[in-house]
């Protein structure tokens, strides 16, 4: 019997598009750790022989990585002179590698124990682990890509000496503020010791460490402390829906102005549940952004449903920016009402 990828049928190519679909994304995760994406970027071709021993990974896994970026044409690999190219979806897989890392290894474990957690018996908190690492580091790329051009913009128009970051993840976004504007000082606020480690790993590299402070706190549920009076700009991105369902979203709020005293301006930025859109007409995010919600039991608003818990939690919406990538996504600049 001959291969059977010689001659695929339509459906059969479908399934198998699919399926490799599914192992390039894990292959694309790994490239970027290993810095093989990196490499890529910034060279015409990268030897792979040379880059094996140089980093001291693993030949025939770097190989097998190779062949899954190659099936869905990010990569070119001439195996007569053993170099690895830039494919025409590169540049895209490149500008989006923070979304499949996201889904790969900071919600990998979700989607391993997707069989028990279906079963409402069977679901505990200890399946419903993700990696906040891994998380932190994927939304570093993707706050970059997508989040920070417009939010540099809405930026320009503000002035502050203090500012205040709520979920501040790996600490890019609380640098990038600091090196802005290099008079002021800046505090980073997580729960997550591993998205805080890397915060403080980032704010080193950058001597920072005498302007930037991290503390751990838990967002969903602040008090006023010392350190939080001075604050005249909070920013918060990527995890306002955490905030939901409803009455919580309005409390979380509210409280953000007794806990922030003097915050003239409050920059909320995050991704909404789709609306209008289902099955393979779905973007870049979205299904694997609302299913692992849905997994967690964890309610996700639409844009509609932001816009009216504003007023009702003593903000108003001075100014906005809607966003194409993550798809239903937005940044609003809140002022106190």
Same mark, same amino acid.
């Given at each position: 019997m001959t291969a059977a990828t010689t001659h695929l049928s339509k459906?059969?190519?479908?399934?198998?598009?699919?399926?490799?679909?599914?192992?390039?994304?894990?292959?694309?995760?790994?490239?970027?750790?290993?810095?093989?994406l990196d490499e890529l970027a910034d060279r015409d071709a990268v030897d792979v022989p040379e880059f094996t021993a140089r980093t001291r990974t693993h030949p025939q896994a770097v190989d097998r990585i190779l062949v899954a970026l190659s099936s869905r044409r990010i990569v070119v690999v001439d195996a007569g002179t053993n170099l690895a190219r830039r494919g025409p979806g590169f540049d895209e897989a490149f500008r989006t590698k923070g979304f499949f890392y996201w889904l790969t290894r900071g919600c990998g474990e979700l989607f391993t124990n997707l069989t028990t957690l279906v079963r409402t018996d069977e679901r505990s908190d200890r399946q419903m682990r993700r990696d906040s690492r891994a998380i932190s580091v994927a939304c570093r790329s993707i706050?970059?890509?997508?989040?920070? =051009?417009?939010? &540099?913009? %809405? /930026?320009? +128009?503000?002035?502050?000496?203090? !500012?205040?970051?709520? *979920?501040?993840?790996?600490?890019?976004?609380?640098?990038?503020?600091?090196?802005?504007?290099?008079?002021?000082?800046?505090?980073?606020?997580?729960?997550?010791?591993?998205?805080?480690?890397?915060?403080?790993?980032?704010?080193?590299?950058?001597?920072?460490?005498?302007?930037?402070?991290?503390?751990?706190?838990?967002?969903?549920?602040?008090?006023?402390?010392?350190?939080?009076?001075?604050?005249?700009?909070?920013?918060?991105?990527?995890?306002?829906?955490?905030?939901w369902p409803r009455d919580n979203c309005v409390k979380t709020l509210q409280k953000l102005?007794?806990?922030? =005293?003097?915050? &003239?301006? %409050? /920059?909320? +930025?995050?991704?909404?549940?789709? !609306?209008?859109?289902? *099955?393979?007409?779905?973007?870049?995010?979205?299904?694997?952004?609302?299913?692992?919600?849905?997994?967690?039991?964890?309610?996700?608003?639409?844009?509609?449903?932001?816009?009216?818990?504003?007023?009702?939690?003593?903000?108003r919406l001075a100014d906005q920016r809607l966003i194409e990538l993550p798809a239903f996504s937005f940044i609003f600049h809140l002022t106190p009402a």
């Open positions: 459906e059969a190519r479908y399934c198998a598009d699919t399926f490799n679909g599914a192992v390039a994304a894990a292959a694309l995760s790994a490239a970027w750790d290993i810095g093989l706050a970059r890509n997508f989040f920070d =051009p417009p939010l &540099r913009d %809405l /930026l320009d +128009g503000i002035d502050y000496t203090t !500012v205040a970051d709520l *979920g501040c993840g790996s600490g890019d976004r609380i640098i990038m503020l600091a090196e802005r504007r290099p008079a002021i000082r800046a505090i980073g606020v997580d729960i997550a010791p591993g998205a805080l480690a890397v915060a403080g790993e980032a704010i080193r590299d950058a001597n920072l460490t005498d302007r930037i402070t991290l503390l751990r706190d838990d967002v969903l549920n602040m008090s006023p402390r010392p350190e939080y009076a001075d604050a005249e700009l909070v920013t918060c991105f990527l995890m306002g829906h955490d905030f102005r007794e806990t922030f =005293p003097n915050a &003239r301006n %409050l /920059l909320l +930025g995050d991704t909404c549940r789709s !609306v209008g859109v289902e *099955g393979p007409d779905l973007p870049m995010f979205t299904l694997g952004f609302e299913t692992v919600h849905a997994i967690m039991d964890q309610y996700l608003p639409t844009l509609d449903e932001w816009y009216s818990v504003i007023d009702e939690s003593g903000w």
